[in-house]
């Protein structure tokens, strides 16, 4: 007697960063035929710190990738407070198996996404350089357009992008709604000098304004500045006109301010 079974659902995942992978693990090993899309030409490696505490660490051995993870880390050994003179005057180490401001597991996001990645099962189909331009959802199903042209039939669409999402606003234009916290924050890459440590030292200064920087496991220091401001688009701007406002804000803050300018 021949057996007939059901097909697989299909199920689409856009995002292939942090949350994409590990959704597609998961349902994959729930009996969804999954395909993973990424806009991207190839996996993206850039990015900056991401600490995984509470539940993303048990997601993290639930995969079974907790090993090559803990290989991987930044380096960092723990959180100071310091003055404007670079004196720490509030000191919390990293301690394993638990969370301060510096967690047990710190790790790039490059880095990261490409564990997960590698982890996927044979059976998850990763696709690059493609992307959704349109859906129609029905009682059965979802109808999408990509940007290649080509169109495919879904039984379920999860969006796992970032704040900016385009599919989001594609597909719940009415729904998605941005709320801005008055703080706009500014991330970079710094040569190391020989006088830095791997502690992420954290400067607040007057006015709302904060900077700090990390080591990382690339040779480099990552350095971060924000800034309490009004709703003023500062990141639709030109990227030169983005750092003439950092400049502006930071005129004075004290501390290696000026260095990371």
């Known amino acids: 007697m021949t057996e007939n079974r059901r097909p697989r659902p299909r199920v689409l995942v856009t995002g292939a960063s942090i949350a994409g992978p590990a959704v597609a693990w998961g349902l994959d090993r729930a009996g969804y035929d999954v395909t993973l899309l990424e806009r991207s ?101 979802v109808d999408v357009e990509f940007d290649s042209g080509a169109r495919e039939r879904f039984d379920l669409v999860v969006v796992a992008e970032g704040r900016s999402s385009r599919t989001r606003r594609i597909l719940f234009a009415e729904e998605t709604e941005l709320r801005d916290f008055g703080v706009s924050i500014a991330y970079g890459t710094l040569d190391r000098l020989p006088a830095d440590t791997d502690a992420w030292d954290w400067y607040t200064g007057t006015r709302g304004r904060v900077a700090s920087i990390r080591p990382d496991d690339e040779g480099t220091i990552r350095a971060s500045m924000s800034f309490e401001s009004e709703p003023m688009g500062v990141e639709q701007l030109p990227v030169e006109a983005q750092l003439e406002v950092l400049r502006a804000r930071f005129r004075g803050a004290g501390w290696q301010t000026q260095r990371i300018l």
């Not at 960092?76 to 638990?98: I, L, N, Q, S």
């Open 41 to 141: 030409a190839e996996q993206r490696t850039t990015g900056q710190n991401i600490d995984i505490r509470g539940t993303g660490r048990e997601i993290v051995d639930r995969m079974g990738i907790r090993d090559v993870v803990m290989r991987n880390l930044t380096g960092e050994d723990g959180t100071r407070y310091v003055d404007e003179d670079g004196r720490p005057y509030a000191v919390f180490p990293r301690t394993e198996g638990e969370d301060g401001p510096t967690a047990e597991i710190e790790i790039l996001r490059g880095r990261f996404a490409g564990i997960l990645v590698d982890a996927l099962p044979a059976g998850v189909e990763l696709r690059y350089g493609d992307l959704l331009v349109g859906a129609q959802q029905d009682a059965s199903g």
